[in-house]
């Protein structure tokens, strides 16, 4: 039985994140300096071990049950460290979907945060820890610029929306900044995208290829969400999509009862679909 764990935000927590990110934009670069020195790494369980009563301890009087871990904070000098997260049991299903998924709680046991002297120590460390098995992931903190992923879509220069630079009299940088998140992430082919409209144009050129199930549609309005949502970007025509490589599967709800968009969500949980 497959598993997946479940992350809700509210509209609410969205918007005061987004908000609360553009606020501390102008500082980033001072943030990043001051926290050069700090290092985020996570060890397989019983590696590392605080004392109950303590949230930051010296590495010196800290429980470290690997002899590469200990070497390695050791010749780095003096190292402070801090657990991040409460131990989550990770067995406690939160609710089964109706594909037979349980849903369960995140676990986030040995995520520990390390201070180092300097910001030249902590990179040195984080690369050792990184390169040892009992160490998960390691990484030094801080802060980049971000670099826009920019697609040759032919009508890119129009979606305001996902690039906002003035254009027809719009407000520049009110956008989604979807051309930073492309350089972290532009889709996955192994994630099943559900949409529930009017149904879609599958021979569209922009979603020929992508789009599956219903492609009976009235208006064309399934078709133009599913353009925003999974268009073939970066292709040199069309627009582009948020998700660039992603398949998706169409559902037409737009003269159906209540029961039957009950039965067609069901069965495009039931199809794979991402919850």
């Known amino acids: 039985m497959s598993r997946v ?13 987004i908000l609360a990110a553009l606020t501390l934009l102008s500082t980033a670069e001072a943030i990043g300096a001051e926290c050069s020195n700090e290092i ?19 590495c010196d009087y800290t429980s470290i049950k ?39 709680k995140p676990t986030f046991f040995g995520i520990y945060k390390l201070e180092c002297h300097d910001s030249v120590t902590a990179g040195t460390l ?31 220069h129009r979606q305001w929306a996902l690039r906002n630079y003035g254009q027809a009299q719009g407000n520049p940088r009110a956008d989604i900044k979807a051309t930073y998140a492309w350089e972290i992430e532009t889709g996955s082919d192994s994630v099943l995208i559900g949409m529930l409209d009017t149904g879609v ?58 029961e039957t968009i009950d039965n067609k969500l069901i069965a495009t949980v039931n199809a794979g679909v991402v919850v």
């Open 5 to 17: 764990f479940l992350g809700k935000m509210r509209g609410k927590v969205i918007l005061f994140t």
């Open 40 to 58: 985020y790494a996570r060890f397989k369980k019983g590696v590392v071990n605080l004392p109950d009563d303590k949230a930051w301890h010296a």
């Open 66 to 104: 690997s002899e590469e871990v200990l070497t390695a904070i050791h010749q780095t000098g003096d190292v402070s460290i801090q657990k991040r997260f409460n131990d989550t049991d990770p067995e406690q299903v939160i609710f089964t979907n109706p594909a037979g998924i349980e849903i369960v």
């Open 126 to 156: 984080a690369t050792e820890l990184t390169e040892l098995d009992d160490v998960i992931y390691a990484f030094q903190n801080g802060m980049r610029s971000p670099q826009e992923v920019i697609p040759n879509d032919y009508w890119f």
């Open 201 to 258: 144009q599958t021979d569209h050129p922009d979603l020929a290829g992508r789009v599956s199930g219903d492609v009976t549609y009235e208006g064309g309005h399934g078709t133009h969400v599913a353009g925003i949502i999974a268009a073939k970007t970066n292709n040199g025509t069309g627009v582009a999509g948020l998700n660039w490589v992603s398949p998706a599967l169409a559902k037409d709800i737009s003269t159906a009862d209540y």
